[in-house]
């Protein structure tokens, strides 16, 4: 069975702190993705991985920044966390980059920045 | 222009009902077409995927139309169990999953 998993389900934090989300898959893909989800705006592209050491920036990453030190985590970084980035965030993964491969979602991180 | 749009509903349908969803892409380049299922406070997760000659899973009908640059879901027979939003997703080369924000469907007894 599939598995993607993120370290918190709920976290809470104040402003200025440095908060890391973990993501952890157990399937060997090569892309790993980052998004964040909030009502009305839908998933929004944060930072992707290709390969281990490899990162791409998505549609918003101003503000986070990501490391893949390994193949299976993908870690997000948000260096000075600010009330504007409390949202749900979704860690991702896929086989390959193209074709119809399902990509799997680990169950979310609510973050609430305070 | 937004790559993929839906109409974000909501969809109040009684069971037993036929709903269609339709979703339109922006790039003609793209490769390959999805539709994921996301419950209330849960995560994404695959649906189906949508073939050029259109492809059925149960109550479950895809249909693409590339000339169109159109995607739809149709679902038949509608349950209580159904009721969640339903993200629109493309593929192209070379990029990462493009998703739609979303169709609400609630099927209500």
């Known amino acids: 069975d599939v598995k993607v998993t993120q370290s918190s389900r709920y976290l809470v934090k104040r402003t200025g702190e440095k908060v890391f989300l973990e993501c952890v898959q157990d399937m060997d893909h090569e892309n790993m993705f980052w998004y964040r989800q909030d009502p009305g705006l839908g998933l929004r592209l944060i930072y992707f991985?290709?390969?281990?050491?490899?990162?791409e920036k998505g549609d918003i990453p101003e503000g986070y920044s990501v490391s893949r030190e390994k193949k299976e985590r993908f870690s997000l970084i948000l260096e000075s966390a600010s009330t504007n980035q409390t949202s749900m965030y979704l860690c991702?993964?896929?086989?390959?980059?193209?074709?119809?491969?399902?990509?799997?979602f680990g169950p979310g991180t609510r973050l609430t920045v305070t | 222009r937004k790559e993929v749009e839906q109409d974000p509903g909501p969809f109040n349908v009684p069971e037993g009902a036929t709903v269609a969803f339709n979703c339109t892409y922006s790039?003609?380049?793209?490769?390959?077409f999805f539709w994921y299922r996301q419950d209330c406070r849960k995560e994404p997760k695959l649906l189906m995927s949508v073939y050029s000659s259109g492809n059925e899973d149960g109550r479950f009908t895809a249909q693409l139309n590339r000339a169109s640059q159109y995607i739809s879901l149709l679902i038949r027979d509608s349950k209580l169990s159904d009721s969640a939003t339903y993200l629109c997703v493309v593929n192209q080369a070379g990029t990462a999953l493009i998703f739609g924000k979303g169709t609400t469907l609630s099927v209500s007894s």
């Open positions: 790039n003609s380049a793209s490769q390959s």
């Open positions: 991985s290709y390969d281990v050491k490899m990162k």
């Open positions: 991702a993964s896929r086989g390959k980059w193209t074709g119809g491969y399902e990509q799997y």
